[in-house]
């Protein structure tokens, strides 16, 4: 058990956001995301979805409501990502912070517990996440060659911490 339970995703994915199937999502009733941006869905400094996103994107977007919630700061970026899969999104979100969550929560009048905060960030996401009464699914980042070496350290450094406060950091089966 964690002693910092809120640092403790519901679901641990061990995989990319494309592996959350409509069944799995079925399965921990989940009625609607909010999806992190960077190392997310997109790799960080990239402004382009790959197609296998927009297709991923397409075919959740027929049963439940999808939000950004990113706490990059670049309107440029992040709207024409979100233009791109036609999203709504919140920048500069200060996750952990609950506003901006709280804020796609009520667009999506759904009450927390049926949203599933999905990012590759414990301290930011996850933690968010758990802060809103969220269900949290924490995924393995998309990243690529190009990727901030200084964000791939980082996140070690997370889950180097969470380990030892406790926190489970096992795919779940």
Same mark, same amino acid.
């Given at each position: 058990?964690?002693?910092?339970? =809120?640092?403790?995703?519901?679901? %641990? =994915?061990? *995989?990319?956001? =494309?592996?959350?199937?409509?069944?799995?999502?079925?399965?921990?009733?989940?009625? @609607?995301?909010?999806?992190? #941006?960077?190392?997310?869905?997109?790799?960080?400094?990239?402004?382009?979805?790959?197609?296998?996103?927009?297709?991923? /994107?397409?075919? /959740?977007?027929?049963?439940?409501?999808?939000?950004? #919630?990113?706490?990059?700061?670049?309107?440029?970026?992040?709207?024409? /990502?979100?233009?791109?899969?036609?999203?709504?999104?919140?920048?500069?979100?200060?996750?952990?912070?609950?506003?901006?969550?709280?804020?796609?929560?009520?667009?999506?009048?759904?009450?927390?517990?049926?949203?599933?905060? %999905? @990012?590759? *960030?414990?301290?930011?996401?996850?933690?968010?996440?758990?802060?809103?009464?969220?269900?949290?699914?924490?995924?393995?980042?998309? #990243?690529?060659?190009?990727?901030? #070496?200084?964000?791939?350290? =980082?996140?070690?450094?997370?889950?180097?911490?969470?380990?030892?406060?406790? %926190?489970?950091?096992?795919?779940?089966?």
């Amino acid at each position: 058990m964690s002693l910092f339970p =809120l640092l403790q995703p519901n679901l %641990v =994915l061990g *995989r990319s956001v =494309l592996d959350l199937t409509p069944e799995l999502l079925a399965r921990y009733q989940i009625d @609607g995301l909010v999806l992190d #941006v960077d190392d997310t869905i997109v790799p960080i400094g990239n402004s382009i979805a790959q197609p296998e996103l927009a297709l991923w /994107i397409e075919e /959740i977007r027929q049963i439940m409501p999808l939000w950004l #919630v990113t706490n990059n700061p670049s309107q440029v970026r992040i709207g024409a /990502i979100a233009d791109s899969l036609s999203l709504p999104y919140f920048l500069s979100a200060a996750k952990p912070s609950r506003r901006k969550l709280r804020q796609a929560i009520a667009e999506m009048k759904i009450e927390p517990a049926r949203v599933a905060m %999905v @990012g590759d *960030r414990i301290f930011t996401d996850v933690l968010g996440g758990n802060r809103m009464g969220m269900f949290t699914i924490l995924i393995e980042p998309i #990243v690529n060659g190009d990727s901030s #070496v200084g964000f791939q350290i =980082l996140r070690r450094v997370e889950f180097a911490i969470a380990w030892v406060l406790g %926190v489970s950091l096992t795919p779940t089966k």
